[in-house]
C-alpha cells in the first residue's frame, strides 16, 4: 500500500515530490488536504503543516490588517494599506519558493515555522 520513493512510503499512492508541492497549491487548504490524508510520510507531513503555518498566519494577519485599515483614522489606515500590500507579495513570493521547493523535493524549511512544521510532522501510523 503506498508508493516507495527516495523520501519514503506515502500513504496517498502520490509521489512524495509531488504531495509536498502540491500541499502549497491553494494554501492552507491544500495543506490542511495532506496533513490529514497523509499517515505516513514525515517530509509529505513537514511540507503540509508548513503551508498550514505560513498561509493560515498570512490570511490571518490579512484580515486584521484589512479591518484596521477601514477602521481607523486617517494617518493609521495608509499605514495598514501599506502592510497588507507588503503582506500580499510576501504571501505570493513566499509561495512560489514553497511550491518549487516541495515539488523539486527539497526540505525548505522556513525561519520558525519551519521548527513548527518539524516538530509536529512525525507520522501518525
Not at 30 to 50: D, S
Not at 77 to 101: E, K, M, R
Request: with cysteine.
Amino acid at each position: 500500500m503506498g508508493t516507495t520513493g527516495a523520501y519514503g512510503p506515502s500513504s496517498m499512492n502520490i509521489d512524495a515530490k509531488t504531495a509536498a508541492g502540491l500541499s502549497y497549491v491553494l494554501g492552507w487548504v491544500t495543506g490542511l488536504i495532506f496533513f490529514f490524508l497523509e499517515k505516513r510520510n514525515r517530509f509529505v507531513r513537514f511540507h503540509a503543516i508548513q503551508s498550514i503555518i505560513f498561509f493560515g498566519s498570512i490570511s490571518i494577519l490579512g484580515i486584521i490588517f484589512r479591518y484596521a485599515w477601514v477602521a481607523l483614522p486617517s494617518p493609521l489606515d495608509v499605514t495598514f494599506l501599506c502592510l497588507s500590500s507588503l503582506l500580499g507579495i510576501v504571501g505570493f513570493v513566499g509561495w512560489i519558493i514553497l511550491v518549487i521547493n516541495g515539488f523539486q523535493g527539497k526540505y525548505f524549511k522556513l525561519p520558525v515555522i519551519g521548527d513548527y512544521a518539524e516538530k509536529y510532522s512525525a507520522p501518525t501510523m
